[in-house]
């Protein structure tokens, strides 16, 4: 793929002319990175715009226990392009996760195109708009999921009737039908039965409970180190999509602060062509 489709399948450039294209793909530079090899890190200064040409690149936040994956980018897609314009540190990570080859765009060249193409740079903004309705739309859907139904997809058999014991041992259905049984076991050897199977102080019935009751025990032990893991997922769950929602407004307030300097710009260059 040439570097002129590559920057061309870019949405914040795919209006610009091809002459236009042409022009700002002589500014590209190449970069290649090994697996591992960190392309930037979260605070570094952003200078530059990165298209992936061939390999993959995985976008993190944050650093180890706290590392969030927010997503995972292959040939023709493209990260660090709000560097381009405001020059802020990056936001996250970037980490070659296959052998990479990269074409980079620098801000000084594309600033420099900028103030040499007003044209151009109103098509850029226009495609900015576009993004940041997209963005609005985005922050509008539901970003959670259910992580009770994927554990409970990859559930064992064993982890299943541990869940269901429990449950119906702490259940007034349980209570019931023990009481009941138990009633009826005393009062038949005490009153019923001529011989009775099992006389008073009912050694056989304490045998019984004693028996359901080590048994139970440990299951609902397990249950609850069920219950304990779901809790876990929970707040993982919880923590990940505070963060991604944390990042898109703060991403959305710096394309909103990113539009309004670009139009700034373009409207001191109209008058300055009108003078």
Known sequence: MTNEQLLGN???????TKEDLVSLSGRLESADFAPGDVIFSQGDEGSALFVIDEGAVEISYGEGKGRVCLATLFPGQYFGELSLFD?????ATATAIKPSHLVRLDRDDMVDFVNKNPAAAMRIIAEMSERLRQTNELMSRQVSRNVLEEAEETLTFGQRVADRVAAFGGSWPFIIIFAAMMTVWMGSNIMLLTHPFDPYPFILLNLALS????????????????????????????YQVNLKAEMEIEALLRGQAELLARVALVERQVGKNKN
């Open 10 to 16: 870019i949405a914040l450039f795919e209006s610009l």
């Open 87 to 91: 020059g802020s540190p990056r936001s």
């Open 211 to 238: 028996t359901v009751a080590a048994l139970q025990a440990p299951i609902i032990m397990m249950s609850q180190n069920r219950q304990a893991s779901k809790d876990k997922l929970l707040a993982e769950n919880d």
